[in-house]
C-alpha cells in the first residue's frame, strides 16, 4: 500500500517497536482493514500506478499523520501525474468518500443541520451529455439517523421530510462546490473522463478532456434513504 505520512514517523516508529514488534505486519492489516471496510481509500502501488498514466484520471493517496502514539488518518492527497496539487480533509473528503462510488461511512455528523447519519453508503450513477458540456451526477445513500438535537419535531412524519429535504439540499451544494474545487485544481480523481470512451469513437486526447472538464457544467442530484432516529436530544 501507498499512504502519505506527515508527523514524525520515526519516533512513532520507534516508540511502537516495543509494543509492537511487527509492525509493518500490524500497519498492513491496519490498511487491509480499511481497505476491507471501504470506509477511505486506501490505495496499492498498481492502483497508483494505472491512475499515474491514464489520460482519463488522476491518483490519490490517504494522508496519516503520526505522533508519538498515535498513528491517524487525515484526509486525501490529490495529484496531477506524479505532483501533489492539493490535499481535502474533513468535510471535503467525506464528499469524496461518498461520491468515489459504494463507499461507506461509520457516521456523517452535519453540524449545521444538528444532525448525525450513520452506516451511510452510497451508489453512483455519472454522465455526460452528447458534446461534454454538463456532468450529470447522481447519488443514492442509504443510512440511519444517529442523533439529532435540532428544532425539528422528526418524530413528525413531516418535519422528517423537511430535514430530509435539508439533508438532500446539503450534500448536492457540498458535492457541487467539491467538484468545482475538481476542476479549477484541473484533476479528476473520479474517473470521469472514462465516461467519454465507446466503442465506435476516437479517444479524446488527455489535453482536450480536460479542457471540456474544466468548464463543464455540473448537476448534483441526492436520493436519500435514512432509516428512524435512534438517539434524539432535546
Do not use: C
Amino acid at each position: 500500500y501507498l499512504v502519505i505520512v506527515t508527523g514524525d514517523v520515526d519516533d512513532y516508529i520507534n516508540n511502537q517497536l516495543t509494543k509492537q514488534p511487527d509492525l509493518d505486519y500490524f500497519l498492513y492489516r491496519m490498511f487491509k482493514h480499511y481497505e476491507k471496510q471501504g470506509a477511505i481509500i486506501i490505495v496499492n502501488i498498481h492502483q497508483f500506478m494505472k491512475k499515474l498514466y491514464s489520460p482519463y484520471a488522476d491518483p490519490v493517496l490517504p494522508i496519516f499523520k503520526a505522533n508519538h502514539d498515535n498513528f491517524s488518518y487525515e484526509g486525501t492527497a490529490l495529484f496531477k501525474d506524479d505532483r501533489l496539487i492539493t490535499s481535502i480533509q474533513k468535510r471535503q473528503d467525506e464528499i469524496f468518500q461518498l461520491i468515489s462510488n459504494n463507499y461507506y461511512l461509520k457516521t456523517l455528523a452535519i453540524p449545521s443541520l444538528s444532525v448525525t447519519l450513520g452506516k451511510v453508503r452510497s451508489k453512483v450513477e455519472m454522465a455526460l451529455n452528447h458534446d461534454y458540456s454538463i456532468l450529470t451526477m447522481k447519488v443514492k445513500l442509504e443510512g440511519r439517523i444517529e442523533e439529532y438535537h435540532g428544532g425539528k419535531n422528526i418524530l413528525d412524519r413531516n418535519q422528517l421530510a423537511d430535514l430530509k429535504r435539508d439533508i438532500i439540499s446539503y450534500l448536492e451544494a457540498q458535492s457541487r462546490d467539491f467538484l468545482k474545487d475538481l476542476q479549477k485544481s484541473k484533476v479528476d480523481p473520479l474517473e470521469i473522463g472514462t465516461l467519454t470512451l465507446t466503442p465506435f469513437s476516437r479517444p479524446m486526447s488527455e489535453q482536450e478532456w480536460f479542457r471540456h472538464w474544466e468548464k463543464m457544467q455540473i448537476k448534483v442530484v441526492y436520493e436519500l434513504d435514512i432509516q428512524p432516529l435512534t438517539k434524539v436530544i432535546g
